[in-house]
């Protein structure tokens, strides 16, 4: 049985062949390499008035997944940790829910306030409620004392030699010095490290100036500033209005290295496949430039972003950084792209109805980007795939690009639902895909591949991509468009280990858990993907229409998912000789 392994601790396996193929994540930073951390946070006045509301004399408690049916009346009021909730039935009270979605039946009555955090409210136009309705998106931290909860607000525990920061309460502005870990472990740079000033500053009751400057040591190079072993990222935007409701303008600076495709793996998934195991699953290149762009953010979730780039990309090449295991083994080569100096516009839509980030039980997520790229000095474009030494040497340009430029157009989506389909099932529902819309040929980072060991995880690593599947070319990626559908139930068994409070440290400093699971869910899930080259020829598609769907590659499968860590067993469709794959993930598949 061939295995996949990805989680935080030190799993291998080995297929029939004797090789072992890995996947395991680290992410000491959970930002992209331009975008600033924002960390949710439930008010603290709102978690106080639901802590004391929790721990009122008089409040009645319930746990896990609870229903009030429609016979059955309760005097006072009422708080449930966790879900989901059904009422169907009276509550003479008020009602608190807390991390966990409430759904009101015809005939519910509440006599008092009714405020969920954590969760969302349903079925409202059903009931009869007395009092104010209030749903907050972000869950309470909290940890049990007794019959009573105590706040538990989230920390950055990201890892930090240095963090020096000074906070004007009257102005409510803030400053910072972090020397942190900044990114995902690679072959390319070994573990970033960022180091550098960071300002939240309260110009005037309507305008503020977030801003950093960061300095970037890539571990795996030998400290050379020739070779690209230091880069930057600086970043600085005025923001009017509100916390919610605002418009922003701002400028960035930067050379970074990013991935390829950054999609389908979790940043800390790819991290730690590399750490651990000697197992990249990314490629990467340099961006090297700045840009220009203003957010219009009209609610909470839902922003707009425009943005104008002029930088230089340029290849690199995969070092030699020490890994836990398999450390005597070659790292795979990395790529060349289609170096070059890049000038694009690039439109983005972010629309976020999920109850949770990382566990959503209800809603939608949505990412949109259309992208207008022109690029000059462009060398590589269609010619040599790999580079074994640094710097990279210029190749000449390819046939039809002889002066050295491409235009082209190129647009992505995400699209994600996640819908209750009973008080403990869940049907979750995620489309993607894109790619190269009008102009030239894509430059090959921006192009695509599907596989192992996500979002396919039956097939081989990049085996759904373009090219001959018996050559290692087509484990690059070179398609010019994708298109992807995942779909699974899942149902929860409704028990816990660890406490009732999620990885954090009270406010008396006592009793840090660092390890909760929740669950199991049984999930059932299924998979379909297509990746191909747009064009006249011969496996080609023309550029107006779609593949067949009898051409699209699936896969199905089951799993465990206990919240930390999931197990997952997958089948391929058609490949009826192809093993059973086993799957160990960190978080949810998607």
């Not at 409202?124 to 105590?150: C, K, N, S």
């Not at 970043?235 to 389908?264: H, K, Q, T």
């Amino acid at each position: 049985m061939r295995e996949t392994l990805i989680l935080a601790l030190a799993l291998s396996a080995a297929s029939p062949a004797g090789a072992q193929d890995s996947t395991i994540a680290i992410r000491s930073d959970p930002r992209g390499p331009l975008d600033r951390l924002e960390v949710r946070q439930l008010p603290r006045d709102v978690a106080e008035e639901v802590i004391r509301f929790f721990n009122g004399p008089g409040t009645l408690h319930f746990s896990g997944a609870t229903r009030i049916p429609a016979a059955r009346g309760i005097d006072g009021d009422v708080a449930i940790l966790g879900g989901p909730v059904t009422i169907a039935g009276r509550i003479s009270g008020g009602l608190v829910v807390v991390n966990g979605d409430v759904i009101f039946e015809p005939g519910a009555v509440v006599g008092g306030d009714v405020i969920v955090v954590g969760g969302s409210i349903e079925g409202t136009e059903h009931a009869a409620i007395a009092g104010e309705m209030r749903a907050y998106r972000d869950p309470l931290r909290y940890r049990r004392q007794g019959d009573e909860i105590v706040y538990a607000p989230r920390r950055d525990i990201r890892p930090r030699w240095v963090k020096a920061r000074q906070y004007d309460a009257e102005r409510g502005s803030s400053s910072r010095f972090v020397v942190a870990f900044g990114g995902t472990y690679n072959r390319v740079e070994g573990l970033p490290i960022v180091f550098g000033p960071r300002v939240d500053v309260r110009l005037n009751d309507g305008m503020r100036l977030q801003a950093d400057a960061q300095g970037i040591f890539r571990t795996a190079g030998d400290f050379s500033f020739q070779s690209g072993d230091f880069g930057y990222r600086a970043r600085g935007e005025l923001v009017f209005g509100g916390r919610f409701s605002n418009i922003g303008f701002g400028a960035r600076g930067y050379d970074v290295v990013v991935p390829v495709e950054p999609w389908p793996l979790k940043d800390y998934e790819a991290g730690w496949a590399s750490f651990l195991l000697h197992e990249d699953y990314r490629d990467y290149y340099r961006r090297d430039g700045g840009s220009v762009f203003a957010t219009l953010r009209l609610a909470r979730p839902v922003s707009l972003t425009a943005e104008f780039r002029d930088e230089r990309q340029s290849s690199v090449v995969a070092r030699d950084p020490w890994t836990l295991f398999r450390s005597d083994r070659t790292w795979r080569a990395n790529p060349a792209i289609s170096a070059g100096r890049y000038r694009s516009a690039v439109a983005s839509f972010r629309l976020d109805t999920r109850s949770d980030r990382s566990a959503p039980t209800s809603g939608l997520f949505l990412t949109g980007e259309y992208e207008v790229g022109e690029g000059t000095d462009v060398t590589n474009a269609f010619g040599e795939i790999f580079c074994f030494q640094e710097p990279c040497p210029p190749p000449a340009p390819a046939p039809g690009l002889e002066d050295g430029k491409l235009t082209y157009q190129r647009v992505f989506f995400d699209l994600r639902g996640y819908t209750r389909v009973t008080p403990a099932g869940r049907f979750n529902l995620r489309l993607a895909g894109g790619g190269w819309v009008g102009g030239d040929p894509l430059p090959r980072q921006r192009r695509f591949a599907l596989g192992y060991p996500d979002p396919l995880p039956g097939y081989g690593f990049r085996q759904v991509g373009c090219g001959d599947p018996s050559q290692f070319e087509s484990r690059v990626v070179v398609c010019d468009r994708v298109l992807l559908a995942q779909a699974e139930f899942r149902t929860h068994l409704g028990f816990d280990f660890g406490p009732e409070w999620a990885n954090d440290w009270g406010d008396d400093g006592e009793g840090y858990e660092p390890f909760h699971v929740s669950g199991p869910d049984i999930v059932v899930f299924a998979d379909a993907g297509r990746a191909w080259q747009v064009g006249p020829g011969a496996g080609e598609i023309p550029s107006d229409r779609l593949p067949p769907l009898g051409s699209f590659r699936t896969d199905v499968g089951l799993g465990l998912d206990f919240g930390p860590i999931g197990f997952y067993f997958a089948k391929v469709l058609d490949q009826g000789d192809r093993p059973i794959t086993f799957t160990v993930r960190m978080g949810r598949r998607f």
